[in-house]
């Protein structure tokens, strides 16, 4: 598609990717992922510093024993591995309904204007 350009007074084309980018379809793709992306980012953000605070300022409560030789801040470590795990499953079920189905029609819109 072209369009004319008014600073240059010449014909200026824009890709169909430009163009779909304009889109209300796309702009909600958009919208949707930065609904799930921004929050658990900061959430899991405040979770690793919350362990790296409680490590610096309570050495003596991450050193507690829970069971044996396994203490509060070994817990709260390994924890960090499972949240992350958490995070990329829920963020999966989440694209599988809410993202894919769409990015998949702008797909189609795309390949089907390139033809």
Same mark, same amino acid.
């Given at each position: 598609m072209?369009h004319? *350009?008014?600073?240059? &007074? =010449?014909? +200026?084309?824009?890709?169909?990717? !430009?163009?779909? !980018? =304009?889109?209300? !379809?796309?702009? *909600?793709?958009r #919208? $949707?992922? =930065?609904?799930?992306?921004?929050p658990?980012?900061?959430?899991?953000?405040?979770?690793?510093?919350?362990?790296?605070?409680l490590?610096?300022? +309570?050495?003596?409560?991450? +050193?507690t024993?829970?069971? &044996?030789?396994?203490?509060? @801040?070994?817990? /709260? &470590?390994l924890?960090?591995?499972?949240?992350?795990? %958490? /995070?990329?499953a +829920?963020?999966?079920?989440?694209?599988? $309904?809410?993202? *894919?189905? #769409? %990015?998949? =029609?702008? #797909? !189609? $819109?795309?390949? @089907? %204007?390139?033809?």
């Amino acid at each position: 598609m072209s369009h004319i *350009d008014p600073s240059a &007074g =010449r014909p +200026a084309t824009t890709t169909v990717y !430009e163009q779909v !980018e =304009r889109t209300d !379809e796309f702009q *909600d793709l958009r #919208r $949707r992922l =930065r609904q799930f992306v921004f929050p658990m980012s900061a959430a899991f953000l405040l979770w690793y510093l919350l362990y790296v605070l409680l490590a610096t300022y +309570a050495p003596a409560f991450m +050193a507690t024993e829970l069971v &044996g030789n396994i203490t509060v @801040g070994l817990v /709260i &470590g390994l924890l960090q591995f499972v949240s992350t795990f %958490a /995070i990329t499953a +829920a963020y999966v079920h989440y694209a599988n $309904r809410h993202l *894919d189905p #769409r %990015a998949e =029609r702008l #797909r !189609e $819109r795309i390949e @089907g %204007a390139d033809t």
